[in-house]
């Protein structure tokens, strides 16, 4: 099970940071990502990170904003955002997918089994 939270309201180039917690796993055994979904959008990918942690990958549109990372001790992947922009503004889901290798990454919604609820990020201009 993965819990989604650290959405709100903020104005453009602010900051938020968002957590995903897994439950019932062992997320070190786990690529997390990170989707968003606008309204009215489909969803589209944001960041994912492979398993140990060493290998990332943004979406252009994030990419220098947006930090993904993660504390497998804690059972927990982040998404530090910065300079946001009101375009950001979505409801912020969290995957995750076992997979064998350690630094594998992955940027379709498809490849994930575990869904987290969203976390909604709203940002003013």
């Known amino acids: 099970q993965l819990q989604a939270c650290g959405g709100g309201l903020v104005q453009a180039g602010g900051s938020l940071k968002l957590s995903c917690a897994a439950s019932g796993v062992t997320a070190n055994n786990y690529v997390m990502g990170w989707f968003r979904q606008a309204p009215g959008k489909e969803r589209e990918f944001v960041a994912t990170?492979?398993?140990?942690?060493?290998?990332?990958d943004y979406a252009d549109s994030v990419r220098g904003r947006f930090t993904i990372s993660r504390d497998n001790a804690k059972n927990t992947s982040y998404l530090q955002m910065s300079d946001l922009k009101p375009e950001d503004t979505a409801d912020y889901h969290c995957?995750?997918?076992?997979?064998?290798?350690?630094?594998?990454?992955?940027?379709?919604?498809?490849?994930?089994?575990?869904w987290g609820q969203g976390t909604l990020v709203t940002v003013s201009s």
């Open positions: 995957a995750a997918v076992r997979r064998l290798h350690s630094n594998i990454v992955l940027r379709t919604s498809e490849s994930y089994d575990y």
């Open positions: 990170i492979s398993r140990n942690g060493r290998f990332k």
